[in-house]
């Protein structure tokens, strides 16, 4: 049966990764995967993870299975981080939250949870979004559409085309918002337009789902909760998909959660019981070791802070690589406007550079960088910086002179 399987393409971001490993040139950079580095380049583990992790190995003394909604003391945490610990979402038990496999888990619950509930649903994706969320959506059976979002004119979010779309979304449908660091334009929502939007869903009926995964990486932990906290003014009920791969550095633990808030607490348990039964029959119950050294820092005071300072760090790097970035390129008189990459938030940027300029940064320069033009700024650092904006400043040349060229 194997015998006449044909094998499937490689994944657009991850296969990037392959590619880069094979390449020989030490010069090499690698801006596709989105995966935060430090200024030496390396994926750093978070002093905080290391002092939870050598506390919670010191306390083990059992790897018996996690509940199918995984450790109540994280889901707790989760609940308080997202919302904060007295928010009436919490205090009223209309939140039902499980922990998954990573903020990919999260949605591909969500998704399970929607077509065996609605399963006339479609679920409305801007454009651009994760390359992922479609297949992860499509797996579950749902339909998907989109809607507009990114402006390449000016580099910033096409809020009048997206009101339009959103008004002829049908009730029942869902509407997936990325709570900050929009991935792949790092281009966020400003709170009135997510209150504008928030209105929009509730009037329509429409069922919000916010793909949460870099919060801390904007402005703040708080500051970069608002769209949640706005959608809780307005509708009585969404969905957050939640990862702490970024801001906890823990890539391969596969740590997330997926909340959904209900109208009523008798609701939100109903709800819990329908997702616990979509978990069991796919994955039964989630892993424990990333989930128990979240729990340990987030409820250490000591631990929260130094993670909080972590966090910040993190976030100020890659804002410094924005405009080092941006410098670098006005520095060698490129004469395209880079600007608004330093106004964009999170560790992506919507570069403008099409797939023809990615391919030859590929091919000569060993830069490697999504198709779609998606940079991983927090990839750059200040030994890097002027390899890649003299290679990103050729290409851009060449690309004007072989333009002139055939209009001669």
């Keep these: 049966m194997f015998e006449h399987i044909t094998p499937a393409p490689a994944d657009a971001i991850l296969g990037l990764t392959e590619a880069f490993k094979k390449d020989p040139n030490p010069r090499k950079i690698n801006l596709g995967v989105g995966v935060y580095k430090d200024a030496s380049g390396r994926t750093p583990v978070l002093q905080a993870v290391r002092r939870a992790q050598e506390r919670v190995l010191a306390q083990e003394r059992s790897k018996s299975y996690l509940p199918i909604d995984g450790l109540p003391s994280y889901v707790a945490a989760t609940q308080a981080l997202l919302f904060g610990p007295q928010h009436e979402i919490v205090t009223s038990?209309?939140?039902?939250?499980?922990?998954t496999p990573g903020g990919t888990g999260a949605l591909r619950v969500a998704g399970d949870f929607i077509k065996r509930m609605f399963p006339e649903a479609t679920v409305w994706l801007s454009t651009p979004t994760w390359a992922n969320h479609a297949n992860v959506f499509q797996a579950a059976g749902l339909q998907v559409a989109n809607y507009p979002y990114f402006d390449p004119a000016t580099g910033g979010v096409d809020f009048p085309s997206m009101l339009e779309a959103l008004q002829s979304i049908p009730s029942g449908d869902v509407l997936l918002l990325h709570g900050c660091c929009h991935n792949p334009t790092g281009v966020d929502l400003s709170p009135e337009q997510w209150r504008t939007v928030a209105k929009l869903a509730g009037e329509r009926g429409i069922l919000?789902?916010?793909d949460f995964a870099y919060?801390?990486?904007?402005?703040?932990l708080a500051e970069d909760a608002v769209g949640l906290h706005i959608l809780a003014e307005e509708v009585p009920e969404f969905m957050v998909a939640s990862?702490?791969?970024k801001n906890f550095g823990l890539y391969n633990e596969r740590t997330g959660a997926l909340t959904l808030v209900a109208p009523t607490p008798q609701a939100?348990?109903?709800?819990?019981s329908r997702v616990k039964r979509a978990i069991r029959t796919n994955y039964s119950n989630p892993p424990a070791h990333g989930a128990k050294i979240v729990d340990a820092i987030l409820g250490d005071r000591d631990l929260r802070h130094l993670w909080e300072t972590e966090v910040t760090a993190m976030r100020e790097?890659?804002?410094r690589m924005r405009h080092l970035f941006v410098e670098s390129l006005n520095q060698l008189g490129v004469e395209r406007d880079f600007s608004f990459i330093v106004r964009?938030?999170?560790?992506?940027?919507?570069?403008g550079l099409t797939p023809a300029q990615v391919q030859a940064?590929?091919?000569?320069?060993?830069?490697?960088?999504?198709?779609s033009g998606r940079i991983n700024v927090a990839g750059m650092t200040e030994a890097n910086m002027d390899y890649l904006c003299q290679a990103i400043a050729q290409v851009l040349q060449d690309q004007v002179l072989q333009d002139n060229g055939a209009q001669g």
């Excluded at 038990?93 to 922990?99: C, Y």
């Excluded at 939100?268 to 819990?272: D, F, K, L, P, T």
């Excluded at 940064?361 to 198709?371: D, H, K, N, T």
């Design 93 to 99: 038990g209309r939140a039902a939250t499980v922990q």
């Design 361 to 371: 940064l590929r091919e000569r320069f060993s830069i490697y960088i999504v198709g």
């Design 268 to 272: 939100g348990e109903a709800v819990r």
């Design 344 to 351: 964009q938030r999170g560790m992506f940027s919507y570069s």
């Design 243 to 245: 990862s702490y791969s």
């Design 208 to 210: 919000p789902l916010v």
């Design 317 to 319: 790097r890659i804002n």
């Design 215 to 220: 919060q801390g990486f904007a402005q703040g």
